[in-house]
């Protein structure tokens, strides 16, 4: 199993991160942690650097922080330069729009900006897109088609009204444990073909139990998944491993 989006350089884990990465590394064959914050750049690289071939990066900013980020375009050309050295960068992201965290409309507009910003990135590095859309799902959308964005994995996709549309387009969607409460990403794992589906956790939030989640718990949303779909846990850990593999173009050791 591979862990598709997680956090984890957040503090949460300062005092025992290489532990948790160690237990990870028991039952799963990857992790791919994301850089939501440019604060966290250095830590973020650190981590793959010392976990080389299993924990690999996606390497953005988030937009809930589009008014803490004062030169977006210098920051961009810092990810051009280091994902053309470094090969366990394997995605840009998480990137897009967050309309719960930012209500004003001039920065909303920023936001797609930024947004823009990055698709063009991932295009020009030839890098998969993790998409944040929170509130905001099909301005999202209409962004990632007119830029004709077609690496592109949509993060805890949870609007199963465009299901249809992300699967034609190709796209992917990623599932955590919010998969175990809320009927609506249930109605999206149930409409969208195993194919077309990864794991992931967002940990250190939204554990099964309430508590700090780890990455380790991709195993209790593979058998959610298996349980909606009436397939077994071993055929969602094949199919979304191999889907992983393919779409971030990873060699784990």
Known sequence: MIDIHCHLEQSDYDKDRQDV?????????????CCANPK?????????KENKGFVFCALSAHPEYIKDIDDIDNYIKLIDNLAK????????GETGLDYF?????EWREKQKQMFIKFI?????LDLPLVIHSRDAVEDAIKILEKENAKNVVMHMFGANQLTKKVVENGWYISMNAILLKSKKHKKVVRNCPLEKLMLETDSPWLSPDGGRNDPTSVKIVAEKIAEIKKISVEEVDRVTTENAK???????K
């Open 21 to 33: 990465i160690n237990k990870c590394r028991n039952t799963l064959d990857a992790i791919i942690t």
């Open 246 to 252: 393919r779409f971030f173009r990873i060699n784990y």
């Open 85 to 92: 050295e470094r090969s366990e960068i394997v995605a840009i």
């Open 120 to 124: 063009n990135l991932a295009k020009d």
């Open 40 to 48: 966290h750049l250095k830590i973020t690289l650190d981590i793959c």
């Open 101 to 105: 965290w930012i209500k004003e409309e």
